[in-house]
């Protein structure tokens, strides 16, 4: 066996993939999961469906009422309130995939971010900046979704989520999408070959071919 490929590890790994609204997480998230063999957690959410949106494919689309009940139940890996819409992440879909051995993305905001963090210590965090806020502002205007107050208050709050970066492992700067890109998969290669995660079977595979 390739030492190379000996070194993966059997189960997947958790990447928490989050920053301000408008850096282009969900575009990146896509192209990464194209590319390499890794799934997107699919999350729930209060907040309706915008244009071209489907339910069980950026979202799980459910009622105030629903959302609630998976909270009662324990049902989130992470869960958080955001200009008055509530998203949360399936614990029991996350869980299952990594323990097959896929590795599972989050694209989930910072608060969710935090949350996972602190309940699953072996997430990995990676945050996403924009090339200048100038240009973050031209982004969110370009969707054409906000009114102008509602662009304020993302660019408000994104200079808050900014100033909780050293939180995070990595730090990625969206400015061309294709180094982006390349810049995450880079990161999800590296956690795989980390000592920590592989010492117990290096030290046996050595000792069993002395």
Known sequence: MRLSKFLECDRGKLFVI??????GKGTICREVVDRINAEISISMTTRPPRPGEADGREYYFVSKEVFLD???????????EVFGNR??????????????????????????????KDSYDE??????LPPSLREL??????RGTESKKDIQKRLSRAMDEIGLIDRYEYT????ELNIAVNNIISI?????FKINNNKERIIKKFKEEQ
């Open 18 to 23: 989050s920053g301000p609204s408008g850096t």
């Open 70 to 80: 998976n909270i009662d139940n324990n049902g989130f890996l992470e869960h958080a």
């Open 87 to 116: 998203y949360g992440t399936p614990k029991d879909m996350v869980i299952k995939k990594l323990e097959e051995g896929m590795d599972v993305i989050l694209e989930i905001d910072v608060q969710g971010a935090l949350q996972v």
């Open 123 to 128: 997430a990995i965090l990676v945050f996403i």
């Open 137 to 142: 502002e031209r982004r969110i205007v370009s």
């Open 172 to 175: 990625v700067i969206n400015d």
């Open 188 to 192: 999800i290669q590296a956690e795989h």
